[in-house]
């Protein structure tokens, strides 16, 4: 089975929607992350989340709303976007710390219009 | 501050050929962790090495070789024989210990048959 799925995998919404991204792992770690990654930028941390406590969030707008119910999933919440968000949105995972290797879903493309 | 950097936006080799990417980082801590990451047409980066700043020696794994040296703050990788396969986005990536990771932009390596 992969060890991080992610889904949706495609997503278009309007700025007025409400939707949620949610990701999975399956690999019995202790840490979970959301980047995002545009086409003109290196790929950037969004948020962090060990032992289901938020330990980062990289000024990330309050359109975005990650929630962490255990240690398996990781949930990013998406109201009122706009057409610059739009990206590829990446769920990662590592045993612990950050400072141990990540691993990553297959992501989400997502259009906001 | 840190701050990865991958000169070489886009390689492009005929297969068989031998290719390094660059990658050079700049933090001011002497303890340290460098990745490298692969990210293939289909979106999920796939976790290939992880180097702790106390360890130089440099490492292969079957056609893939890491060349770490702390006095030029590079961490090369070479792919030796290329194969088509081999054509993804390949991502460094540092942190220091107890903070998060930066990217750097990622360097397009095309393997032409």
């Known amino acids: 089975e992969t060890g991080v799925t992610q889904t949706p995998r495609h997503l278009v919404m309007g700025m007025t929607n409400k939707k949620s991204l949610k990701c999975e792992q399956h690999?019995?770690?202790?840490?979970m992350y959301w980047y995002k990654q545009s086409a003109k930028k290196p790929l950037e941390l969004m948020f962090v989340y060990s032992l289901e406590e938020r330990v980062e969030n990289n000024s990330v707008p309050s359109r975005f709303s990650p929630e962490c119910p255990n240690s398996s999933h990781l949930f990013l919440h998406l109201h009122t976007l706009q057409p610059e968000d739009s990206a590829l949105y990446l769920c990662a995972s590592s045993q612990d710390g950050t400072e141990d290797e990540q691993y990553f879903g297959p992501g989400t493309r997502l259009t906001v219009t | 501050a840190q701050k990865v950097t991958q000169a070489q936006t886009e390689i492009s080799v005929v297969e068989k050929e031998d290719v390094t990417l660059d990658c050079v980082y700049e933090t001011r801590d002497t303890t340290y962790y460098l990745f490298w990451y692969k990210q293939p047409p289909s979106g999920e980066l796939v976790f290939l090495i992880r180097?702790?700043?106390?360890?130089?020696q440099n490492e292969i794994s079957g056609r893939y070789s890491w060349n770490f040296q702390k006095s030029t703050s590079s961490f090369n990788f070479t792919i030796t024989a290329s194969q088509v396969v081999d054509s993804a986005v390949y991502f460094c990536a540092l942190i220091n210990y107890g903070q998060n990771f930066v990217f750097g932009p990622g360097t397009r390596l095309s393997v032409l048959p």
């Open positions: 180097r702790n700043s106390f360890d130089e």
């Open positions: 690999l019995g770690h202790n840490a």
